[in-house]
């Protein structure tokens, strides 16, 4: 009876060996890497959100595209939409100015503003994409690290009975049930990670589609 009170976690992280340990330790260092990802791309998301929308609404409602890029000069790029604003008509300034100098300014004013939109576009998406990496290889191996720590942990078990001599129901069930915990750990940390990132893929997908609209705006507007 006292053995069936002591058995849980507690008891499951005081019997294991190395193997069960690290395995423990490198779930929890997932789970704080992806709830650190959540978090930080939670925050970023909705700091950005409203600085885009606060901009995109003095874009539209602005007289000229001057006055568009004074409003940048004194308060700054700090959106993706403000940042290719900026990127476009700096590059239709600049090639207006010094014209193809170089061969990455070659062909002509629209060309170039053209390759300069892209290039920020690719710099966005890949800005938006930071640590969608990290949460999928973390939604997709937690499971099996779980998984591999259940294993391990059944082998000792039945290990330990078997040289015990007792084979009864009540001596086989703790130990096995125990070993389950690191199977349940590894879905409590995959679980987050999958959501959030399923959550950031159709977020970024709908900024970008977003960008990629206004993007076509600008350089309609730049280029007449």
Same mark, same amino acid.
């Given at each position: ?30 789970? &704080? ?7 930080? $791309?939670?925050?970023?998301?909705? &700091?950005?959100? $409203? ?14 595209? #001057?006055?568009?890029? !004074? ?8 959106? %993706? ?17 010094? /014209? ?21 576009? @690719? #710099?966005?998406?890949?800005?938006? #994409? ?12 937690? %499971? ?21 001599? !007792?084979?009864?129901? @009540?001596?086989?069930?703790? %130990?096995? /049930? ?7 750990? /590894?879905?409590?940390?995959?679980? %987050? ?13 709908? &900024?970008?589609?977003?960008? @990629?609209?206004?993007?076509? #705006? ?7």
């Amino acid at each position: 009876m006292n053995d069936t009170a002591n058995l849980g976690f507690g008891h499951f992280i005081a019997q294991s060996d190395v193997v069960g340990k690290t395995l423990l330790a490198i779930l929890l260092l997932m789970s &704080v890497a992806s709830w650190s990802i959540i978090v930080a $791309r939670g925050i970023a998301l909705l &700091v950005s959100k $409203r600085r885009s929308e606060r901009f995109l609404n003095f874009f539209w409602n602005a007289s000229s595209l #001057e006055a568009v890029s !004074s409003e940048i000069a004194t308060h700054g790029a700090r959106d %993706p939409f403000s940042h290719l604003a900026s990127h476009a008509m700096h590059a239709r300034q600049h090639h207006a100015r010094y /014209g193809a100098a170089k061969l990455e300014e070659a062909g002509t004013a629209g060309d170039f503003v053209t390759r300069t939109i892209k290039k920020v576009l @690719d #710099e966005e998406t890949t800005r938006l #994409e930071n640590g969608l990496a990290a949460l999928a290889t973390v939604g997709a191996t937690a %499971p099996f690290v779980g998984l591999f720590g259940t294993v391990w942990g059944v082998y000792h078990a039945l290990v330990a009975i078997g040289m015990s001599g !007792s084979g009864t129901l @009540d001596k086989v069930a703790g %130990p096995v /049930g125990e070993a389950l915990i690191m199977t349940g750990v /590894g879905l409590a940390v995959a679980i %987050p990670a999958v959501m959030a990132y399923n959550w950031l893929t159709r977020t970024n997908r709908v &900024v970008l589609s977003r960008l @990629d609209a206004f993007a076509y #705006e600008m350089h309609t507007f730049v280029a007449m």
